[in-house]
């Protein structure tokens, strides 16, 4: 029989995602580390703003990693290296990987997002999950070190995608191995401006990087993707940075999910079927929906920091106020950016500078 822990009244944290370092620190300032307890399959959390900067080879793995068991350690937070297997929300108890079970008096999931992929494709490298693409990189790198790799092609035409093609472009520079953005849509970072659309399309023609639009890919076989309407595209291998997936062990837990699997939750990041139990970054379901993307996590991390410090001594919460309109700066690896917000666009070195000090911001909070 599995080990139980009897933590009853104790605060469990699901995943190392960007909002759950932030409860970490605040509540270990608050003085509450020792009623908390941590659950990661991974001591080191990656910053996901900084991974196209270590794809380019601007950052290493440390400069945009966390050590949770080091950031746990000095608030006084327990931190278990193990993944979650399932929830039972009427029994307040979550089953681990290593064989025990812990309970609860709260929980909070923060343990991010999977690869959706096109039905029925099962190769190619996927960005998701972020804290394990530092592995998948290296297998790219063994291809081109073999000169296997001549066509890659980076599957997806959103900020991740665009980022992740001009990273790996600057990656794999001056091995005569050619980069191509392939996707569904007319144009690179359709939930962009046009400002931001055109500027892509001509620093990618300038990088040499090839633009297959309205390409819906429906499989990936012998060394070609093919879309819905027949095309062909020859690729060595292909980086899916494609739209994001639900755990799939969360279908079993008897909380409320949207259609695709993620947990609703209220304005206050408290889920819609269990009070005791909160969800944040990419696994929650927001009243009003947002992009799968970092930048949301880190904003929701203060928000889930107080709510859950005022579930502890028995305050009202406070709801979590999504932007409309949202900063997005975008990497082109070459020592530029582009900053896009309120349907302006702007180019320049500068935005990359400004990129890296709110980066490295971010960073130090967790490393002092």
Request: hydrophobic share 40%; net charge positive; charged share 25%.
């Amino acid at each position: 029989m599995a080990e139980a822990r009897e933590t009853t009244g104790s605060i469990v944290l699901l995943g190392g995602g960007h909002a759950h370092v932030e409860v970490v620190r605040r509540l270990g300032e608050l003085g509450f580390g020792g009623q908390i307890t941590l659950v990661s399959p991974s001591r080191h959390a990656p910053y996901s703003g900084m991974l196209p900067g270590h794809i380019a080879g601007e950052y290493s793995f440390d400069d945009f990693h966390i050590d949770l068991a080091a950031l746990c350690r000095r608030a006084g937070v327990t931190f278990l290296e193990t993944v979650a297997t399932g929830i039972d929300p009427e029994g307040r108890m979550v089953s681990l990987a290593s064989g025990e079970s812990i309970g609860y008096g709260l929980l909070s999931i923060d343990i991010g997002s999977t690869p959706s992929l096109p039905e029925g494709i099962s190769t190619g490298i996927s960005v998701k999950p972020i804290a394990s693409f530092a592995d998948r990189l290296a297998r790219l790198d063994a291809l081109a070190r073999e000169g296997r790799l001549s066509t890659l092609a980076v599957v997806g035409q959103g900020v991740a995608g665009v980022e992740v093609a001009f990273a790996l472009k600057r990656r794999l520079e001056g091995r005569g191995i050619s980069v191509a953005l392939v996707g569904r849509a007319a144009e690179p970072v359709p939930e962009r401006s046009r400002w931001a659309c055109r500027l892509l399309e001509r620093e990618m023609r300038k990088a040499g990087i090839a633009h297959y639009p309205a390409f819906d890919v429906v499989a990936f076989r012998d060394g070609e993707l093919v879309s819905r309407d027949g095309r062909t595209l020859s690729a060595d291998e292909v980086v899916w940075t494609t739209s994001s997936g639900a755990p799939a062990f969360l279908r079993a837990t008897g909380l409320l999910l949207d259609e695709k699997g993620f947990i609703r939750v209220e304005e206050t990041l408290r889920s819609l079927s269990h009070p005791q139990i909160f969800a944040a970054g990419d696994v929650a379901s927001l009243p009003s929906p947002r992009p799968k993307a970092g930048v949301f996590a880190v904003r929701q991390g203060p928000v889930l920091a107080e709510n859950i410090h005022r579930s502890l001594v028995d305050k009202s919460l406070e709801p979590y106020r999504s932007q409309t309109s949202w900063l997005v700066l975008i990497s082109l690896a070459d020592g530029r950016a582009i900053a896009d917000k309120w349907r302006f666009a702007i180019l320049g070195r500068w935005v990359a500078r400004w990129k890296h000090r709110i980066d490295s911001r971010f960073m130090h909070k967790y490393r002092s």
